[in-house]
């Protein structure tokens, strides 16, 4: 069965301090990677998604980017963080046969810029 | 771009009551459509999906949804609340931009139940 990792679950930067945040699938191959925000009574917020390794795609723009480096591995990054960076970090996978796998989400993680 | 809307951000039930979340989305074509629900600093955990075939999808915990086509809606139901179902519920949508999949979300609605 699949199953996705993210990590940490919890994290307190400084800001202007670097940020790595990572998320891998188990269990498939080639999946489409997403990251997603959830900032503090807001809804949720496509980020980054991949298609593939490599293959990286923004929606907004914004202090962060994002990387794949091998197939089922998907990070997220900052150089410099911003107060306004802080939120629920969820990572999700999908197949293209999105109607019989739907999306998977990770347990997230919380970050907080002090 | 397909859009979501959950109407009502906070819905407060009595135990034991009907629990009713409103989704609307906007699509000229029938969409896959999810249901999560999402507890405190935890992922979000899939209740049921629409994809095609019958329009009353039933899921996880009691929860059932019904897609209307004329209504572009998606409600969440529950017969009768229970404690635990106190929660964020979030409805989505999957569209297809650029020939990629991309989940949309609406703005969530915050479940409190009350004995």
């Known amino acids: 069965s699949q199953t996705i990792h993210q990590w940490p679950a919890t994290l307190v930067q400084p800001v202007g301090s670097p940020l790595s945040l990572e998320c891998t699938v188990e269990?498939?191959?080639?999946?489409?990677l997403y990251w997603y925000r959830q900032a503090a009574g807001r809804g949720l917020q496509l980020l980054f998604y991949?298609?593939?390794?490599?293959?990286i795609s923004s929606e907004v723009p914004q202090n962060l980017s994002a990387s794949r480096p091998q197939d089922r591995q998907f990070i997220l990054s900052s150089k410099k963080l911003l107060l306004s960076d802080s939120g629920f970090y969820l990572c999700?996978?999908?197949?293209?046969?999105?109607?019989?796998?739907?999306?998977?989400f990770g347990s997230g993680t919380r970050l907080t810029v002090v | 771009a397909q859009s979501v809307t959950q109407l009502g951000s906070h819905v407060s039930v009595s135990e034991g009551a009907l629990v009713l979340l409103r989704c609307n989305y906007s699509?000229?074509?029938?969409?896959?459509l999810f249901w999560y629900v999402q507890y405190p600093n935890q992922g979000l955990q899939l209740l049921l999906k629409?994809?095609?075939?019958?329009?009353l999808v039933k899921g996880i915990n009691g929860f059932e949804a019904e897609f209307k086509k004329s209504e572009t809606s998606f409600h969440l139901t529950k017969p009768s609340a229970h404690m635990s179902d106190a929660a964020e519920y979030f409805c989505?949508?999957?569209?297809?931009?650029?020939?990629?999949?991309?989940?949309?979300f609406g703005a969530g609605t915050r479940l409190a139940v009350h004995p």
């Open positions: 989505a949508v999957s569209d297809i931009v650029g020939g990629y999949n991309k989940l949309i």
């Open positions: 991949s298609v593939g390794i490599g293959q």
């Open positions: 699509s000229s074509v029938p969409p896959y």
């Open positions: 629409y994809t095609t075939g019958a329009t």
């Open positions: 269990g498939t191959s080639n999946p489409n």
């Open positions: 999700a996978w999908t197949l293209r046969d999105v109607a019989n796998y739907g999306y998977t």
